[in-house]
C-alpha cells in the first residue's frame, strides 16, 4: 500500500533508537523526508547514517539534544520549520513507589511526557491546518488503558496528553489534521529492560524474567519495533485522516479490555 508520503516532512522525536528510530525508518522508507533527534551525536549520526543508506531518496537531518529542553524543540523547527507529520516521543520516567516521589519528580515527568507535546503541536498544528495535511502521532504506553503500578509518574503523565489531545483532535480533523496515540506494550528495546528489572521474582535474573514475560504475553513474544514503526507511518498515511484521537495498544494482546 502506498501511504501518499512521498515528499512529506517528519519531526520524529527522541528517534535515535528504539521505537523512535522505528517510526522514523518506516517514514523514511514510504519516502518521507525525517529529522532524527537524540540526546548522543554518535547515536544520532549512526542513525542518520543507517537510515540514509537504506532510504537513499530522502533527506535526513539530525538535531542531538535532549527533546524535553525549550532549546531542543527551537532547533528540530529550524530543521523542519513546516512539518507535516510530528511523532512525539520521550523517554518515560523511572519506575518506583510514588510514596518515594515529591513535587519535583512529578513536575519532571509532566514536562517529559505530557507538556513537551503539547508545546511542539501547539508550535505546529496550525501550520498543519493552514496547508491541509498533517499527522499528529503520540508514542505513548498501554499503560494508559491499564496502569502498571510501578510506572505511576508515566501512567499519570502520558494520560494527561492524552485527554487533552482527545478534545484538539476534534478541533483539526476537518482540515486533514489527524491526532492520535501510538500504545506500546513489551517492544524489544532498552526500556523493557529497564522496566523488567523491577518484575523480577525472586532469584530471577533480568534475562530469565524476560524470558518469562514474553512466555506470559497473548503473543507469546515481544514485539518488533518495525512492527510498531509501520503502525505509526499508516497512521501518518492519506488512508488514515478518518482516524482521529484515537489510542492503539500495540501489545500483543495483554490488555484484555474489550474497549
Request: proline share 5%; net charge negative; hydrophobic share 45%.
Amino acid at each position: 500500500m502506498d501511504m501518499g508520503l512521498a515528499g512529506r516532512k517528519a519531526i520524529v522525536c527522541a528517534s535515535s533508537k528504539g521505537l523512535g528510530r522505528a517510526c522514523a525508518e518506516a517514514l523514511a522508507a514510504e519516502g518521507c523526508d525525517v529529522v532524527v533527534n537524540g540526546r548522543a551525536a554518535e547515536t544520532v549520526a549512526a542513525t542518520a547514517a543507517a537510515i540514509r543508506e537504506a532510504s537513499p531518496g530522502v533527506a535526513v537531518s539530525e538535531v542531538v539534544g535532549d527533546v524535553t529542553r525549550p532549546e531542543s524543540h527551537a532547533r528540530l523547527l529550524a530543521a523542519c520549520p513546516e512539518p507535516d507529520i510530528l511523532v512525539n516521543n520521550a523517554g518515560g520516567p523511572p519506575p518506583g513507589d510514588f510514596r518515594d516521589w515529591d513535587r519535583d519528580d512529578w513536575i519532571a515527568a509532566l514536562d517529559a511526557n505530557m507538556l513537551t507535546a503539547i508545546m511542539l503541536i501547539k508550535a505546529t498544528v496550525d501550520g498543519m491546518t493552514a496547508r491541509g495535511f498533517g499527522r499528529v502521532v503520540n508514542i505513548t504506553s498501554a499503560a494508559v488503558k491499564s496502569p502498571i503500578p510501578i510506572l505511576g509518574l508515566s501512567n499519570g503523565a502520558r494520560a494527561g496528553l492524552t485527554g487533552f489531545c482527545a478534545g484538539l483532535a476534534r478541533e483539526t480533523v476537518a482540515r486533514n489534521v489527524t491526532i492520535n496515540g501510538l500504545l506500546p506494550g513489551p517492544f524489544e528495546t532498552d526500556r523493557l529492560r529497564q522496566t523488567m528489572d523491577g518484575r523480577g521474582l525472586p532469584g530471577e535474573s533480568l534475562e530469565d524474567t524476560m524470558a518469562r514475560e514474553a512466555r506470559d504475553n497473548p503473543a507469546g513474544r515481544f514485539g518488533d519495533p518495525a512492527e510498531f514503526g509501520a503502525a505509526c507511518a499508516f497512521l501518518c498515511g492519506v488512508h488514515a485522516g478518518f482516524i482521529t484521537g484515537q489510542n492503539l495498544v500495540m501489545d500483543g494482546g495483554s490488555f484484555r479490555g474489550t474497549l
